[in-house]
């Protein structure tokens, strides 16, 4: 007499490593797009990243005897150091994280050079070169010079400057600000919601 056939009960093998495998995709994707850091936070962050690589900048410009300085833009910056053979500015290539940074998201940064409370005449008030410079290096094709806005002398001696890092892509507005009182090391103050 035969038996009659049972209906198979339960998954295959192959129907839980498929779920499990969709399962990990999916978390992976949420992850990824998930962001742990506050915009305060990741202010706060990208602040302290400029402070420790202005901070090595001096320190080597010191320890090397070289010309330093940062071109700033709005949407980020980059490391300059002089080099006297070629009378040029070139970005520094070694390390890395001396070369381009742009900054994440809406952050903007804000450099203010002239007007500050403690400025003083100093050494680099001297430096009036620049704009002959600028001159000079402007072609028939109108390329843009590579010339530092903040300059790191071998001395140990910084250019004075106030840099406003802030983030107004939504409400409440955030704001850093570091500033530089001729040497290092800097000044940062802490997120705030107002300006400085």
Do not use: C
């Amino acid at each position: 007499m035969k038996q009659p056939q049972r209906a198979a009960l339960g998954f295959t093998l192959l129907e839980v490593i498929l779920v499990i495998l969709m399962l990990g995709l999916l978390v992976s994707a949420v992850v990824v797009n998930f962001s742990w850091d506050s915009r305060d936070d990741q202010l706060e962050q990208e602040a302290k990243r400029f402070q420790q690589l202005f901070h090595f900048a001096a320190e080597t410009a010191l320890m090397r005897q070289q010309e330093w300085g940062v071109q700033i833009k709005p949407n980020g910056y980059q490391f300059l150091v002089y080099v006297p053979e070629d009378d040029s500015w070139q970005p520094v290539e070694s390390p890395a994280s001396l070369g381009w940074h742009d900054l994440a998201g809406q952050q903007q940064l804000k450099l203010e050079l002239e007007g500050l409370p403690w400025q003083e005449d100093s050494m680099l008030g001297a430096l009036n070169w620049q704009n002959e410079r600028l001159e000079h290096l402007q072609t028939d094709e109108e390329e843009e010079a590579v010339l530092p806005h903040i300059f790191i002398l071998s001395s140990g001696e910084i250019t004075p400057f106030e840099l406003l890092l802030q983030d107004e892509s939504q409400r409440p507005f955030w704001y850093v600000q570091l500033r530089g009182e001729f040497s290092i090391p800097l000044k940062r103050s802490s997120v705030e919601s107002s300006p400085p």
